[in-house]
């Protein structure tokens, strides 16, 4: 089985550019989510998709920031324009259940830095 | 507030010898699972072990071990007979069922010295 797969693994970008970063969630994961960790801190919610629906985008920080799960399969985030402070490292990951014991499983990140 | 707390930002340990990183949690959902995630310096993010809030017994997987405290609200992994290869980053993360979030520290590096 396929793990979580996320693309680039990394990007540089000047600011005011525009970065698209996408996640293909392991097969048959309904769920799927979008953190953020800027360095030394803590890893921070972005956003939860259930299928193609937005089920909580409460971590979105503004509205540079889009994501979209056409079809229920893939996700993207864009980031545009992009700003000094959205440099981090960005993680997508997928479950299948929502229960308690269900783990996040993650992908290797894309490591953002905007310059 | 912070949902998790991990307060050794770096720990040190002898290989064979044992570890416990602290992580303590907040929530007011009586429902909730406690997980360790582990961050080699690849980047990947490795699930370690899982415990749940009513479990009554604390969850083991081989070397790793967690140490549940629920009236103290904490949860802090222990890792027996170090090994090199446990050198990474290893984050607490909390899920709560009402609100269906996972909340995570901010980490803590261990170093496996030979």
């Known amino acids: 089985e396929a793990g979580v797969t996320q693309f680039p693994s990394h990007s540089v970008i000047e600011k005011g550019q525009t970065v698209t970063l996408r996640c293909d969630p392991i097969?048959?994961?309904?769920?799927l989510y979008w953190y953020r960790r800027v360095m030394g801190k803590e890893i921070k919610f972005l956003l939860h998709?259930?299928?193609?629906?937005?089920?909580?985008e409460s971590g979105m920080p503004n509205n540079r920031f889009l994501a979209e799960r056409t079809g229920g399969t893939y996700s993207t985030l864009k980031v545009q324009p992009a700003e000094l402070e959205d440099s981090g490292v960005y993680f997508c990951?997928?479950?299948?259940?929502?229960?308690?014991?269900?783990?996040?499983?993650f992908g290797n990140g894309t490591r953002l830095t905007v310059t | 507030a912070q949902k998790i707390t991990q307060t050794q930002p770096g720990m040190f340990v002898q290989e064979k010898e044992a570890v416990t990183l602290d992580c303590t949690y907040d929530?007011?959902?009586?429902?909730?699972?406690l997980f360790w995630y582990k961050q080699p310096s690849s980047g990947e993010m490795i699930f370690l072990i899982y415990q749940g809030s009513y479990d009554q017994q604390n969850a083991t997987e081989g070397r790793y071990s967690l140490n549940f405290q629920k009236a103290r609200k904490s949860a802090n992994l222990v890792i027996s007979a170090s090994q090199l290869g446990d050198s990474a980053m290893y984050f607490c993360?909390?899920?709560?069922?009402?609100?269906?979030?996972?909340?995570f520290g901010s980490g803590t590096k261990l170093n496996v010295k030979p």
């Open positions: 998709f259930v299928k193609e629906s937005k089920q909580d």
């Open positions: 990951a997928s479950s299948q259940e929502r229960t308690a014991n269900s783990p996040l499983h």
């Open positions: 929530t007011s959902d009586p429902s909730y699972g």
């Open positions: 097969s048959g994961h309904d769920n």
């Open positions: 993360a909390m899920r709560e069922i009402n609100f269906n979030k996972f909340y």
